[in-house]
């Protein structure tokens, strides 16, 4: 059974850093789009990052320039650095992976059929 888990949220400062991590068991499959999404209560879920399988990265452009997705060379773990961080980047934030995902909707909720239970990050102001 295919289990994604997340760790490395936590309170973190207005500007603060936290690196999120994620970790795929259960499969030997390596999936070709990974991504993280993040969602606080009453909102719909938002995609953050995604990278696919060769190092290509997608942003929402909310993030650009101040987070970085990555992942290990065996699509075992994936990374989410997340620099200058502010209040309104508070939320859970989930690790998704996919096997064929839509060009164009690769940070979009439907595209993803695996997901963590996610890891809180707040900030505080």
């Known amino acids: 059974q295919v289990q994604l888990k997340e760790s490395g949220g936590g309170l973190v400062q207005n500007g603060g850093s936290v690196n999120l991590t994620c970790v795929v068991s259960?499969?030997?499959?390596?999936?070709?789009?990974m991504a993280w999404f993040r969602q606080v209560p009453g909102k719909e879920r938002e995609g953050v990052a995604a990278?696919?399988?060769?190092?290509?990265?997608i942003y929402a452009d909310s993030v650009k320039g101040r987070f970085t997705i990555s992942q290990d060379n065996h699509g075992r773990i994936l990374y989410l650095q997340m620099n200058n961080l502010k209040p309104e980047d508070a939320a859970m934030y989930y690790c998704?992976?996919?096997?064929?995902?839509?060009?164009?909707?690769?940070?979009?909720?439907?595209?993803?059929?695996?997901w963590g239970q996610g890891t809180q990050v707040t900030v505080s102001s």
């Open positions: 990278v696919r399988t060769g190092g290509t990265t």
């Open positions: 259960g499969t030997d499959y390596m999936y070709y789009y």
């Open positions: 998704a992976a996919g096997g064929f995902v839509t060009r164009g909707r690769e940070l979009s909720e439907g595209e993803y059929a695996y």
